[in-house]
């Protein structure tokens, strides 16, 4: 069984500081991990996907992700945060590579609201 | 080329009618996926399709949930008898499938069902 863990159900930043969302899972076996953004009535877009290779994932639009595994956490970051990253972001867990059956589970999101 | 589209973009229907929801995956994609976001569950995992083959089926809610597809590429889900718990909005994905887990997929803008 798989499932991820999204720590914060609302972040709240200024325009122009760091962005920190918390995701921690859960997996029988070696995940892939993804990110994924959705802005308001808009579909999902791919911010970053680790797959067992670089522990330090780069994304889209300056955001990065670090799969640490002794602590099963793949948190979201950006170092400098811009009006148009206002959006809700879901972190996400496939069962990985091994497995034909690539079903995604959703944490249940984050809102990240942008304070000019 | 075109990404994954789905018609209707909304779709109102009487609770107990039948409703048909399309997608069209992105060309050459062999893996499909339907999800479901609603408010109470968040975005959920309902059946995967590699070709015309459901290997995975175990996220339909109900009996009255189905899919297919059909020559690889386009997928219906149907709804029979409709109830106020299936308003929702369904997502539709794609991916190439090749490296199991790993792939991306490319979701569809979803279609917003609202059962009255």
Redo the contacts between chains.
Sequence with gaps: AQSVTQLDSHVSVSEGTPVLLRCNYSSSYS??L?W?VQHPN?????LL?Y??AATLVKGINGFEAEFKKSETSFHLTKPSAHMSDAAEY?CVV????????????????TRLTIIP | GAGVSQSPSNKVTEKGKDVELRCDPISGHT?L?W?RQSLGQ????LI?F?GNSA??K??LPSDRFSAERTGGSVSTLTIQRTQQEDSAVY?C?S?L?L????????????TRLLVL
């Excluded at chain 1, 496939?94 to 999101?109: A, H, P, R, Y």
């Excluded at chain 2, 968040?42 to 995992?45: A, Q, S, T, V």
């Excluded at chain 2, 490296?99 to 979803?110: H, L, R, V, W």
């Design positions: 995940p892939s993804f994924y808009k579909g999902l877009q791919l996907k797959t067992s879901f496939s069962q990985g590579i091994n497995f034909g059956n690539e079903k995604l589970t959703f944490g249940t999101g | 893996a996926y999800y968040g975005l959920e995992f995967y590699q290997p995975d175990s996220g997502l994905a991916s499938a490296s199991g887990g790993a792939e991306t997929q490319y979701f569809g803008p979803g």
